[in-house]
């Protein structure tokens, strides 16, 4: 149920003049390849598309850090640069504020010149409260500071930690509500001391831009990526790990020489190695394409004929909420995917998607033959997937947390 049961006082806690929807993370922006930090930025602009004042807060470093009027004044939202918003695909509504962080702050394993004590004790009390209605954070040190500081707070943790809940933090009435995406992580959350009624299991959404049909890049990406006489194109996007099953694609990819993979994905490091993993394998019929922005990720998932989502069975499986599933089926193009605990409920889902028993390459290879006679490809992708898929839009899931939120915070976010 809503967190209507936990009223704020007024007197105590007075409305702040800009009552500014704040979402932080205690990193540098952008970092392309750390989907965590996607996660951040997709909320935050949901929101704003939604019509709140979200501002994204950020650190940044380096001798730009250095300008004293900035330290001054650190806390001044404004429109992304076109880098920031380019890479997370960040829509016009949404404001981003860095704060800046000079030497030597990090440089040493020391809680006073640490980033968490100068977000804490400076600029979370004297620049951020004044113009502060909600912090929303997976950075649960931030989330204490607010809430020590009189602002409503909304918590995420997406991975079990090991970590106890202090009770005058999650039971005082301005920590408002604890999101996870894995009913296990919920469960260690709750063993930790968070109160059952302080936390829910929400899903990850997708992005818009995935869901816009783009024929006219999808076809490049064919012509592209389509040689030696191959007339499929099989599609991975995400990290490249081997948990993640990467490594049990290159022997998917030599099982299947007829059909193209195109692998999206991973720092320079990785991309090498993975090249060389598959030449030493003398596996042609495989390319790495390293990261991609959004725009070209989106029609590349596109333009397949099936996408994979090899995840094998690890420890991460139980509770992974992965961001590219849903982008996935947001492209409506088929899916051959693993049937990871985390992944089970959309087995039943109205989907075009074909199954498999993880860690077995063969298997996982059969699947994508059968996929592919199945659910020939489309340029209008699947309708049944794009219609599921709508309920999971970042806007829905922000919507659904705010339900949680106290009704006169969510008034004064609205004014």
């Not at 022997?251 to 190695?273: K, N, R, W, Y």
């Not at 959004?294 to 333009?303: G, I, V, W």
């Not at 996982?364 to 490809?377: E, G, N, T």
Request: aromatic content about 12%; charged content about 15%; glycine content about 4%.
């Amino acid at each position: 149920m809503p967190n209507s049961q936990f009223p704020i006082p007024n007197s105590q806690y007075p409305i702040p003049m800009s009552p500014y929807y704040v979402f932080f993370t205690r990193n540098i922006l952008p970092q392309p390849n750390v989907a965590s930090l996607v996660q951040v930025a997709h909320s935050a602009n949901a929101a704003a598309n939604l019509g709140l004042p979200a501002v994204l807060v950020y650190l940044r470093k380096g001798w730009t850090a250095l300008n004293p009027v900035d330290l001054l004044h650190p806390f001044q939202p404004r429109k992304p640069d076109e880098t920031l918003a380019k890479i997370y695909n960040i829509q016009e509504n949404l404001k981003v504020a860095d704060l800046p962080m000079p030497w030597p702050i990090d440089l040493w394993d020391n809680k006073w010149t640490s980033s968490s004590t100068i977000v804490s004790k400076y600029y979370l009390p004297i620049h951020l409260r004044k113009s502060t209605q909600i912090v929303h954070s997976r950075d649960w040190n931030f989330v204490k500071a607010a809430i020590k500081n009189g602002i409503p707070a909304i918590y995420e943790q997406h991975h079990h930690e090991n970590k106890k809940f202090e009770p005058e933090i999650v039971r005082n009435s301005l920590f408002q509500i604890a999101v996870t995406v894995a009913d296990t992580v919920r469960e260690s959350m709750m063993q930790n001391g968070m109160p059952p009624e302080k936390v829910i299991m929400l899903h990850n959404g997708f992005n818009h831009l995935f869901f816009a049909r783009q024929t006219a890049a999808s076809q490049n990406w064919r012509q592209q990526l389509l040689t030696d006489g191959r007339q499929h194109l099989a599609v991975y996007a995400g990290g490249l790990y081997p948990f993640k099953g990467v490594d049990m694609l290159v022997d998917v990819a030599e099982e299947l020489p007829g059909v193209q993979f195109a692998i999206a994905g991973g720092t320079e490091s990785q991309v090498t190695a993975y090249q060389k993993l598959a030449k030493s394998q003398q596996v042609n019929n495989i390319k790495f394409l390293g990261y991609l922005p959004q725009n070209q990720l989106a029609s590349l998932l596109q333009a397949a004929d099936v996408l994979t989502h090899p995840h094998c069975w690890t420890e991460a499986a139980t509770f992974t909420s992965p961001l590219k599933f849903f982008d996935y089926m947001a492209s409506g193009t088929p899916i051959v995917a693993t049937e990871i605990p985390s992944l089970r409920e959309f087995k039943s889902g109205n989907i075009a998607a074909t199954w498999c028993e993880p860690d077995n390459p063969y298997q996982f290879a059969q699947s994508i033959q059968s996929s592919l006679i199945k659910y020939p490809r489309k340029v209008e992708g699947y309708a049944e997937t794009l219609d599921f898929v709508k309920q999971f839009s970042w806007e829905n899931r922000i919507e659904k947390i705010l339900s949680y939120v106290d009704e006169q915070v969510r008034s004064q976010l609205l004014t």
